[in-house]
């Protein structure tokens, strides 16, 4: 007899006890500072690298990708260190992936020179011939759309300024539109004329790979 002959209150306290327990093992950690690590070597994404990361969300590009190197001998040796959690601290939503069609992209920033990824990204064949990613020619057609940056950012709480923020846009913009950026001649082959002196979609993405885990090779080199 007892609490087993009564149904309803046996129900009742089961369901109170599940509660409190999702409540401490779930939602109180993710309010804990420890479970939400933030590093002063990784820094938030500058305006254009926020863009580019908008459009590789947009084009689905973690549906093949990955972006966590795992604690494995082989993809150590193959990427680099593995993935730390306050790299993450962010990325809103993060885009770890689980299918890895195409490689891991964690330590993609500063591998190529911005050329080698204009080239890659207008045909990947051209790089790798038996390369199974879809041209993205198009996107040095587009010019980019920076209407909602700062929105974003507020949003996110990077804690740019407007002047910061414009800042930024107008500083990467010379870069890639000086005659001496040292990626020029590969910008000029896939960008139509009318657009070389804009910043297009491919600019931006671009931006946001070479973002990919450059803060961690940063902080080893100085070491």
């Not at 593995?82 to 790299?87: D, I, N, R």
Request: glycine share 6%; proline share 6%; hydrophobic share 35%.
């Amino acid at each position: 007899m007892g609490l087993y002959a009564k149904p309803l209150l046996f129900a009742v306290l089961s369901a109170v006890v599940i509660l409190v327990g999702t409540v401490v093992t779930v939602f109180i950690p993710m309010l804990m500072p420890s479970t939400q690590p933030v590093s002063d070597y990784v820094k938030p994404y500058t305006a254009i690298e926020l863009e580019g990361r908008d459009i590789y969300i947009r084009e689905g590009c973690n549906n093949c990708h990955t972006q966590t190197v795992r604690p494995l001998r082989t993809e150590v040796l193959r990427y680099g260190e593995y993935s730390k959690p306050e790299e993450f601290a962010y990325d809103r939503p993060f885009l770890w992936g689980s299918r890895r069609t195409g490689p891991d992209l964690n330590r993609l920033g500063g591998k190529y020179p911005d050329s080698w990824h204009y080239r890659h990204m207008q045909s990947p064949q051209s790089m790798f011939e038996k390369s199974n990613m879809p041209p993205y020619a198009w996107m040095a057609h587009n010019r980019l759309d920076t209407g909602y940056t700062r929105k974003k950012i507020a949003v996110l709480g990077y804690g740019y300024a407007d002047e910061e923020i414009t800042a930024q846009l107008v500083a990467y913009k010379a870069k890639v539109t000086d005659h001496a950026y040292d990626s020029r001649a590969a910008r000029d082959e896939v960008t139509p004329e009318a657009l070389r002196g804009e910043l297009t979609e491919m600019d931006a993405i671009i931006a946001y790979m070479q973002k990919l885990g450059r803060d961690v090779k940063q902080l080893e080199a100085q070491k």
